[in-house]
């Protein structure tokens, strides 16, 4: 699955996308977000107040309560991004 991250949050996490094997018992994004959480401080950093960031999956807005089974893309952002 690809994972986008942009703005600040690209910054915190030191790197604009990965493609990463989810483990299957991940079921919505605030799951995923959970469990990227643990890969690095930064990932920590970035997805820590979940409330303060937005994301889409395959390029459609959708709440932390989205399920992830099926998606090609999830994107993080925070509610206001630059070019």
Do not use: C, K
Request: charged content about 20%; cysteine-free; aromatic content about 8%.
């Amino acid at each position: 699955m690809l994972i986008l991250y942009f703005a600040s949050l690209r910054e915190r996490v030191g790197t604009g996308e990965e493609t990463l094997d989810v483990p299957g018992d991940i079921v919505t994004i605030a799951d995923l977000a959970n469990w990227l959480s643990t890969r690095s401080e930064g990932h920590r950093e970035a997805l820590a107040n979940m409330a303060s960031i937005r994301v889409a999956r395959d390029q459609v807005h959708v709440e932390f309560d989205a399920p992830v089974q099926g998606a090609l893309e999830i994107a993080f952002f925070p509610p206001v991004t630059g070019g």
